[in-house]
T-cell receptor, first 109, second 118 residues
Framework: GQNIDQPTEMTATEGAIVQINCTYQ??????LFWYQQHAGEAPTFLSY????GLEEKGRFSSFLSRSKGYSYLLLKELQMKDSASYLC??????????FGTGTRLQVFP | EAGVTQFPSHSVIEKGQTVTLRCDPI?????LYWYRRVMGKEIKFLLH????????ESGMPNNRFLAERTGGTYSTLKVQPAELEDSGVYFC????????????????FGPGTRLTVL
């Protein structure tokens, strides 16, 4: 089975920094994906962490602690276009992805 | 490099009719996945192809759904006959077989087909 826990909704102001936390429990864990999904669109790959630690990619960074079953996505210098749902998705050795409902982020001017 | 493409983008059909959705994966990607999102719910896995073989079809809702991937390139998902509860957005994703069992291959999603059954 699999369990993913992340906040349902978050709000932030343009230019600010926001951290979206995720805790997970899954069998056959093979790293942690973050996807971004704008309303009515397909999920877009943001990051994949296999090893513990922080990975930075432009304005977005992702952190993983395998021992704690914990990850976060850090978004800096928020822009209006960052308003979207952010999906924390544990990778599994079965390859199929199991999605939760994600965190809906709203960025205000 | 072209991404995953899906056709059609929208389809509106009546209950009892047949619809066929098509997915063209990223060139060279052996893995192809179908997912579905119904209104207000999370994205759910339907099935997984490795080349032309079905690796996992545990998410297929019932025998009204038939997926094929002849030749290991594009895939089709046929719904026959369609029911009201089949309405939703059908996503296709593909990934490259990296071959490392210590990591999961990154899946890239297509834009989806929005299916409405009336």
């Amino acid at each position: 089975g699999q369990n993913i826990d992340q906040p349902t909704e978050m709000t932030a102001t343009e230019g600010a920094i926001v951290q979206i936390n995720c805790t997970y429990q899954t069998s056959g864990f093979n790293g942690l994906f973050w996807y971004q999904q704008h309303a009515g669109e397909a999920p877009t790959f943001l990051s994949y962490n296999v090893l513990d630690g922080l990975e930075e990619k432009g304005r977005f960074s992702s952190f993983l602690s395998r021992s704690k079953g914990y990850s976060y996505l850090l978004l800096k210098e928020l822009q209006m276009k960052d308003s979207a749902s952010y999906l924390c998705v544990p990778g599994r050795n079965t390859d199929k992805l199991i999605f939760g409902t994600g965190t809906r982020l709203q960025v205000f001017p | 490099e072209a991404g995953v493409t899906q056709f059609p983008s929208h389809s509106v059909i009546e209950k009892g009719q047949t619809v066929t959705l098509r997915c063209d994966p990223i060139s060279g990607h052996d893995n192809l996945y179908w997912y579905r999102r119904v209104m207000g719910k999370e994205i759910k896995f339907l099935l997984h192809f490795v080349k032309e073989s079905k690796q996992d079809e545990s998410g297929m809702p019932n025998n009204r759904f038939l997926a094929e991937r002849t030749g290991g390139t594009y895939s089709t998902l046929k719904v026959q006959p369609a029911e009201l509860e089949d309405s939703g957005v059908y996503f296709c994703a593909s990934s490259q077989e990296v071959g490392e069992r210590s990591s999961t291959d990154t899946q890239y999603f297509g834009p989806g087909t929005r299916l409405t059954v009336l």
